[in-house]
């Protein structure tokens, strides 16, 4: 067995740290009577997006990968495979409110898919991989243990700890989300600062232009699965769709950290494909919130006043003259 370079320990560490952390903090954020009843309220919404994201995306991630973009090296092609199968990304709720949609679906739909990705990923991963890469191989449990024990395991004792002692959820919340905030930008930018080389050798392969596809791909079947629900609500529209363009940086990094992590093109592929998706769905999201906002435009209180002060005194009808 070799040594990893103290480095990519660094990297793994802060990126195992993100998991553990985000997932105690989504479950001490979760609010189990309310997203059960969102879902119940809109299980067309929550099953068709389970079909889309863990069918229809994964077979043109990989169409795409074997057709369009077969020139690129294999290792990346496993990492966009990885991404397809991580469904429910952690920050979907925070987008939907950027774009002034609806969060509360969102927060029901990360849930669902984070919790579909734990059961499909291990039994599909192995398979996509020997689509793309005849020279990876990767059993099932390989990918089922991280998610059980890093990600699963985690998210329940949030949840548990928020049913046990709900007075001090709240103060555990505050700094558990930041503290794994700040560990995902560390992971990222000590990936940077680790594979900086490899990031330069793949821009000449179409993989940046691969990345660039994926969250489009993903816009693209969550403006499908809103038309086939046949959903006119624009918060809801809104928040299916970026939860379903945006994958799940948890399992994705967990895969990287432990069945790949001798394979540094998958974690490459991974960072690219997630930092120009958070981008790319931003720039919508900005877009939406921007669209919305003449309507919800508040006029401000100095100017209500002058409108309420210059407004003509309503007729009080006439009046008796009195001595």
């Not at 040594?3 to 553990?20: E, H, R, S």
């Not at 969102?106 to 919790?115: E, G, N, Q, Y």
Request: hydrophobic share 60%.
């Amino acid at each position: 067995m070799t040594t990893l370079p103290t480095i990519v320990v660094v990297v793994n560490g802060f990126g195992l740290l993100f998991v553990i952390l985000n997932s105690f903090g989504l479950g001490l954020r979760l609010p189990i009577g309310k997203l059960l009843a969102q879902f119940f309220a809109h299980w067309q919404i929550a099953v068709w997006a389970v079909v889309i994201n863990f069918f229809l995306i994964p077979l043109l991630f990989i169409g795409y990968l074997l057709t369009i973009a077969s020139s690129i090296p294999g290792q990346i092609k496993v990492g966009f495979c990885v991404a397809a199968l991580s469904a429910g990304m952690p920050f979907a709720p925070l987008l939907a409110r950027v774009a002034k949609a609806n969060a509360t679906i969102a927060a029901t739909l990360l849930v669902a898919l984070t919790a579909v990705t734990i059961i499909v990923m291990p039994l599909g991963l192995p398979l996509a991989v020997a689509a793309v890469d005849a020279q990876l191989h990767v059993s099932v449990w390989d990918v089922a243990w991280p998610l059980l024990l890093f990600l699963l395991l985690p998210l329940a004792l949030g949840c548990a700890f928020r049913l046990w002692w709900p007075d001090l959820a709240p103060h555990v919340r505050r700094w558990v989300v930041p503290l794994a905030i700040l560990c995902l930008l560390l992971n990222v930018n000590f990936t940077f600062y680790a594979f900086w080389n490899l990031f330069v050798q793949t821009w000449d392969t179409g993989s940046y232009i691969a990345a660039v596809a994926g969250p489009f791909i993903g816009l693209g079947c969550g403006y499908l699965l809103v038309s086939l629900v046949g959903v006119h609500d624009r918060g809801i529209r809104h928040a299916a769709e970026i939860t379903t363009a945006i994958r799940n940086i948890g399992p994705m990094l967990l895969v990287t950290i432990f069945p790949f992590g001798a394979f540094p093109l998958v974690t490459v592929s991974i960072t690219i494909l997630n930092s120009i998706g958070i981008v790319v769905v931003l720039v919508f999201a900005l877009a939406w919130r921007h669209a919305v906002a003449p309507a919800g435009r508040r006029v401000p209180a100095d100017r209500a006043a002058t409108k309420r002060e210059a407004a003509p005194e309503p007729s009080r009808g006439p009046t008796l003259a009195t001595d």
